[in-house]
């Protein structure tokens, strides 16, 4: 398994232990670049301590900090926006350029509730 696959792996397993996900933020609002396929994606952490790790790793986040959001929330208000925007789900990025998976709204949905 891949190390993006096991990060992956990593966040849907995590994610139902406390029922928060992260997110990451400056001034000008959440990032979501251009991802491998040519996809925005906007990206998501199972733990706090992903998220400061991108932020202490990834030196096109330094200056970020870290954004909690309730499981409830996320589904029922950020899963819709982000398949009205187009964007895809980056989960559990590492490492020094942010790299991971990125799913469409329907394949995270489907390994969210699976």
Do not use: K
């Not at 406390?18 to 997110?23: E, H, I, L, P």
């Not at 950020?78 to 990025?93: K, T």
């Amino acid at each position: 398994m891949s190390t993006s696959a096991a990060q992956a792996a990593a966040f849907f397993t995590e994610l139902g232990a406390d029922g928060s996900v992260w997110t990451i933020e400056d001034d000008a609002g959440i990032p979501a670049p251009v991802g491998a396929t040519g996809d925005r994606a906007m990206p998501f952490w199972s733990r706090e301590s992903r998220a400061l790790g991108v932020i202490a790793a990834a030196p096109a986040y330094a200056g970020f900090r870290p954004r909690q959001i309730s499981r409830a929330d996320f589904e029922s208000r950020w899963v819709p926006g982000l398949a009205q925007d187009g964007l895809l789900i980056g989960v559990n990025w590492a490492g020094e350029r942010a790299t991971g998976y990125e799913l469409s709204v329907d394949d995270f949905l489907a390994r969210l509730h699976a």
